[in-house]
């Protein structure tokens, strides 16, 4: 059901058009003439009517506005698989009671320091080790990442530390490394509407998890799954990253209203990630806790073994010790609101 | 001290003038000269700068731009007042280890009304009852609140239930009625800037309430508190209620990221209103929870018997029953955090 | 006409509950059952239905949302006044084919300063002088203005100048000496929402300048202005002063898409302040011509002679040889789009 | 010349670990102690500091934050090129005196409405033809473009109507195919970060129009500008097309500061495009006036035979007709900014 305004003046013979036009595509027109307006209500399976055909409407003459009812993802949607989903990878799994937390640095750097991180972050509870070997970094003169080098590293710490990996693609000419390297692919959120990758690790069996872009709507984010989920994979994790707004006082604003928000409207599992979010090690803590307390299912933490020398996003990176006290924090928070962690 | 950015091209002459101008004003100047600009770091009392005068050497020739290094906010400041600010209203306090919760209706509709929401929210554990008699609608054919028969209402149901009031103010000559009848002033979002009311309510001794514009940074919010305080009134209490971003799906972005953000630059104490932030009444529940969990001094939240018969915002009220859950679980939360409610 | 979309789940009872308000209300209910939504029609002068309540019915078991579609604001409306509003102030006007420029200082700062920007503005082609006595500053440690002095010299310079004058009001208490020296009196962005300014100034005959506030879409604003012309007031000149965004290279982002959409929402004049708009001096030129070319019907800008003292706005202020030229280069620009300057 | 301001109670062994680690890196410091804050004033050749660098300075202990002076681009800025670029495509030219015009439909729909849309806008005054072969769309449900087949169409078109191509590439893995058939490579909004794909295109001689994303600063676009300037391709055209905002009335809201900020940083020519900025084909005509006015160097213009029956983007297309009452109109707003079109 979807809904059409016509303008003030809108003429006879416009009205006529319209309805003319639903009829061609096998709808019906439900016509409610008020005392300012005349307001069309189509009546069939408008789910069936995609963007275009609705903004082809919005363009005849006559029209003043469109109203959508129908969300536009269908996959995605809680409508259509009322269960939550749980992804498994390997013994762990996300979107279940227990709350996951993937945690590494920015940047993989060299073998010896990711590892040095692995068996901190391991050993305070950490389930997955994430690390770019891939970066997007606004700058070109940036350090760009270590490639196929990176990947290489990844996978000896996965060997020895024995947590599965998060890693980005940015590019779907990577596609076969990163399926070789990696259990869960990430897609950074300047990718977020990068269809063609979204098309790519959508044609795979891979965990995607997908971050919300720094400006897209909650329906937007929505809409990259679907991208994914169309290809035929559905084993889509949503991450709230942070989103950009006026304030400049933090690096981001965690929207953290969109954690129920996405639950209601979506089966697919949340995670959040409040390093980027707010950008400064010492709100990770306290927007961590918040985090799991609004219902998230995943937390991604940035953590390094001296910020300082961090080849990048050194500001919002905890020391192991900052996570290993977050860790035990967290467990309490995660109690109260009827999870482990 | 500030530093001062020349041109590119900036003249020796023009770098004269600014010293010349530094040193009138009492100041000395420390030049770098780098490969690609000359920067004047200011150096003596600089907190003494205020906007205007910064903006003047702004607008000198060869100047591109000024840094300032000194927060604008002196009296609110965490480095004037070192340790937490405790606001005392009767037995109750704001800013101390227990939470305190804000209930009532958007509006107080009769008296009966708000006697019936003040009995309930005090059985489920309120510490204050809140309700508007003054209104500051977007619409001048919406209900504008009961002015000053809603005053009378709230001081009767404060006595009846034992719960102290919140209320708003909207324009200063009301002051006098305020006070008679209220124990917190509220200052709604839309008046965060409303410098002559701020300056009111800041030269008397009541605590105030001061709600975060919907597009103010926290920088202003902080420089809105500084007006009350420049005024003699110390007893101010911050408020979080979302912010206005490109989201659609929620009424507004409840920024939590503020709280640690707001906790660190200032001494005041932070509550957080969830209903506005949110919008939607079964999102209040798990942003109360982040909020707490986040390390909120306090919640507003809005409770009403019949939402769909509320004369006001009646999308984001709950009901006493799931006000009384809400405060059930919001306890263990609180609790993790080292807090109680 | 207004729109009531229910739940997938929404059961009969809360349809006919829905049903039985309206009818209660006087309106009649068009149901269209989809394959995947009941959507209900409500027939009747739905423009009668004000904000309060349509929220109500939003909160109404087996509400999903409200959609509505006639639009808020009546007076201010084309609908309700298909012809352009011309406001007359002694001998010019505004609205009509000649586009009036309104130039002066961002404050009264003495006599002889504002007589000097005066006799200079009014030589190159400006229709008033603007200045403020009242100043809204962020902090309550800049300069504040002059007040009521400040009126006084604003009057002196209006007869010695001869050109009527643009001043801002902060307080409803000042409204008897605004009334008194005063033009046209303007409405700052920060309290576009101060309802009760609105409404004081809205029960005057003084022609009223409202500044869009910074984070107002344009329906709040047109919203603004049904306040104050609900009151009685129907010379109402909106003023596009640029909104804020992410973007941190210019002090606001200047919306001049809100030109043409107000002027086809609205039959009130435009105006816009691109000192505001962009925040620096080098920008208020070409911004100055784009609005005119977009079809602003007037032009607000900070003139002073010498913006490195000026006592606040330097930085974007013109001094009076830049605004001679500016003044001679809007001239063929104007007449580009069928005005005059 | 950079700033490192320390935290207030920054202790000398901070101090001195930052100094030494400025040293190792070859630059020098310049101390100046506040009465609030030390500050450190960095000497040397700063604009060789990257991001990186920066912010691992940013999270060594006893350091509040950093401003940086320099500007991250270099290629880009006018301070490595003073004059501006012309890019010569064909026997036409963007970022000299005349105006060009890049107009057609969104979508390449068939070659014989390619060919019509083409000798219509081309009668009219175009320079360019555009059209997408490959549509970056938001669900994956609508039309995703006829991919090389469209590309034929554009060529095709191009051969008979005269006029040089513009279309956009989506992946780097069409490289090939966009280099054969385009003259002018299109970036969309949603890939302005998309790394990889700025690196492929600017690894290749083709002019490359660069869209600014809907929530990227002006300084991030000259930052993707960088990217494919680093790669030896100076072929850059700035296209500013409206950003995302909390204003709803319009699908974007089209940033006209951009145009003289960008020009006053950098060389490169910038286009307007009023179609997707505004959203609406009636606001089309004020604001590309507006976009001209401000000194844009090109316009962008949807222009489809049909409208309503487009198959994307219908709503913010011109017809032909309205095309050339536009051309018409815009000769003279050009010629009083001394350009031509």
Not at 28 to 52: F, L, P
Request: hydrophobic content about 40%; charged content about 25%.
């Amino acid at each position: 059901m979807d809904i059409i305004v016509l303008n003030r003046g809108a003429k006879a013979k416009e009205l006529r058009n319209i309805i003319k036009k639903l009829e061609k595509r096998g709808f019906s027109a439900n016509i409610s003439k008020g005392t300012e307006r005349t307001v069309i209500g189509v009546i069939g399976d408008t789910s069936k009517i995609n963007e275009d055909e609705s903004n082809s409407f919005g363009a005849m003459p006559g029209v003043e506005k469109i109203h959508r009812i129908t969300q536009p993802f269908k996959l995605a949607s809680r409508d259509f698989r009322p269960k939550n989903t749980v992804i498994r990878v390997g013994r762990t799994s996300i979107g279940g009671k227990k709350i996951p937390v993937i945690a590494g640095p920015c940047a993989v750097e060299s073998l010896k320091n990711l590892m040095d991180i692995g068996k901190e972050v391991r050993k305070y509870g950490a389930t997955f080790i994430r690390g770019g070997a891939f970066k997007p970094r606004s700058s070109p003169y940036s350090f760009q990442g270590l490639g196929e080098e990176g990947m290489k590293i990844l996978s000896e710490t996965k060997k020895a530390v024995g947590l599965p990996v998060v890693t980005e693609i940015m590019d779907p000419r990577d596609i076969g490394i990163i399926l070789k390297y990696t259990d869960i692919i990430q897609i950074g959120a300047r990718n977020m509407q990068n269809f063609r990758l979204l098309q790519e690790v959508g044609s795979h069996k891979k965990p995607v998890l997908l971050k919300r872009g720094l400006s897209a709507t909650i329906k937007e984010l929505l809409m990259a799954a679907e991208y994914i989920m169309s290809q035929g994979n559905n084993k889509v994790i949503l991450c709230e990253r942070g989103i950009r707004t006026f304030e400049t006082a933090t690096r981001n604003t965690l929207d953290l209203n969109a954690i129920p928000v996405l639950k209601k409207l979506s089966h697919l599992p949340v995670v959040v990630d409040p390093s980027h979010g707010a950008g400064k090690w010492d709100l990770v803590s306290p927007m961590s806790k918040a985090a799991v307390a609004a219902g998230a299912d995943g937390l991604l933490i940035e953590v390094h073994t001296n910020p300082a020398e961090a080849l990048s996003d050194g500001e919002q990176s905890l020391t192991p010790d900052n996570f290993k006290v977050l860790m035990k924090e967290l467990k309490p928070v995660a109690r109260a609101v009827g999870r482990t962690i």
